[in-house]
């Protein structure tokens, strides 16, 4: 082995620097759009605002109540569906995955672009009104947790493969 290579970058090193870059310049422009587009909520916080926190809050404790899955589902898992905090940070976890999801997707879908034009289309896309400004100005809406979670399920059961591929067949064959 010569120094030169020693001292040559892998390629390896440059598909990690460049996503790397890639998910920097995405998670700048989700913040930037975020701090901008996301309404004061309850308390001055910037987080979900009153109607998407009733979503949140309810539960099935006094009865059945319309909309009081969500609540009801935190509740059962011990979360406490009171503190605004708690439901801030869940609403902006759900917020925050879906933008890297789509951060990864601009990724794997520009990989022919040259580096200018796929940061570019990252920035479009990041700041478009129709993407991250939807996500950032409903964050708390109960559609973007069922939207994540079909993302999960769907890597678990296709890209992961836990369970093999039989597991895919059995859990999307049943519908």
């Known amino acids: 082995m010569s120094v030169g290579e020693l001292h040559s970058p892998s390629r390896w090193w440059g598909a990690i620097s460049r996503r790397a870059g890639?998910?920097?310049?995405?998670?700048?422009?989700f913040f930037v759009v975020a701090w901008f587009r996301a309404?004061?909520?309850?308390?001055?916080?910037?987080?979900p605002d009153e109607y998407w926190t009733l979503h949140w809050t309810r539960d099935y404790s006094n009865g059945f109540v319309r909309r009081g899955f969500l609540g009801e589902a935190l509740r059962l898992i011990g979360i406490d569906t009171t503190d605004y905090a708690v439901?801030?940070?869940?609403?902006?976890?759900?917020?925050?995955?879906?933008?890297?999801?789509?951060?990864?997707?601009?990724?794997?879908?520009?990989?022919?672009?040259?580096?200018l034009e796929a940061t570019l289309l990252l920035l479009v896309l990041m700041t478009s009104p129709a993407t991250v400004g939807l996500i950032a100005e409903?964050?708390?809406?109960?559609?973007?947790?069922?939207?994540?979670?079909?993302?999960?399920?769907?890597w678990l059961?296709?890209?992961?493969?836990?369970?093999?591929?039989?597991?895919?067949?059995?859990?999307?064959?049943?519908?």
Not at 24 to 29: I, K, S
Not at 95 to 113: D, K, Q, Y
Not at 139 to 154: I, K, N, R, S
């Open 157 to 175: 059961a296709f890209v992961a493969r836990p369970l093999g591929s039989g597991g895919a067949a059995a859990l999307f064959g049943a519908f």
């Open 87 to 115: 439901l801030s940070v869940l609403a902006w976890s759900i917020s925050l995955a879906l933008s890297l999801l789509l951060i990864e997707a601009v990724f794997r879908l520009s990989r022919g672009l040259g580096r």
């Open 22 to 29: 890639y998910f920097t310049v995405g998670l700048v422009a």
């Open 138 to 154: 409903t964050t708390g809406d109960p559609l973007q947790l069922l939207l994540a979670a079909y993302m999960l399920v769907h």
């Open 39 to 47: 309404h004061p909520g309850l308390l001055g916080v910037r987080g």
